[in-house]
């Protein structure tokens, strides 16, 4: 009886590490592919491999587990840790022009990660009309925040239109990813 209870607190620590290990993990990628990053001369936004790296957090780590790592990825890049684009890192980048953005990125992880937790078998359809939607959050917010640091008139044309291109090749790499593990593990 003693062995079985020490055998299930042990395997209970294994899990409760494992668990913190992905979720650092998630956080490590999302920096990895914040330095995949293009500045725009007119724009103090950047274009960046972010919105692709929390998409497959999501759908590899799920919803709470995914904006779990996004919280972290946050927290360390907001205690100065240069995980943010270009190695950068500090509380200003959430606090300015690129604020709203990042702290959609919680929400666009977690929606897209529910709906693959739902989706399991992956209806292209449906998994288009979440990519879409994590898109549209993304946007909806940080082009909401951006607007009271470059005004409604300018708010498009310095953190919209520049980023459709990179958004599109984003969105075929995330499905050319997880279609293409899919197709590669059958």
């Known amino acids: 009886m003693i062995n079985s209870k020490i055998l299930d607190l042990k395997s209970e620590k294994l899990s409760i590490l494992y668990n913190i290990i992905i979720v650092l993990s998630g956080s ?3 920096a990895l592919f914040s330095q995949i990053s293009i500045r725009i001369p007119f724009s103090p936004v ?4 972010q919105t692709l790296a929390i998409m497959l957090v999501g759908v590899m ?11 972290i990825y946050l927290l360390e ?5 240069p995980v943010f684009a270009n ?5 200003q980048h959430l606090l300015g022009p690129t604020g709203g953005y990042l702290f959609s990125f919680i929400i666009a992880t977690f929606i897209i990660g529910y709906f693959y937790e739902k989706n399991r078998n992956r209806n292209l359809l449906l ?4 990519v879409l939607l994590t898109h549209l959050i993304i946007f909806g ?8 640091y470059v005004g409604l008139d300018k708010v498009l044309s310095i953190g919209f239109f520049p980023f459709i291109p990179g958004a599109f ?6 499905f050319s990813i997880v279609y293409g593990y899919k197709f590669l593990t059958k």
């Open 28 to 30: 490590i990628l999302i």
């Open 46 to 49: 950047p274009i960046t491999g």
């Open 61 to 71: 780590l799920g919803s709470k587990k995914g904006a779990l790592s996004v919280l």
């Open 77 to 81: 890049g907001a205690v100065g840790i």
């Open 87 to 91: 190695f950068s890192g500090g509380i």
């Open 127 to 130: 998994s288009l009309f979440a």
């Open 141 to 148: 917010i940080g082009l909401s925040w951006l607007s009271f």
């Open 169 to 174: 090749i984003k969105i075929t790499l995330f």
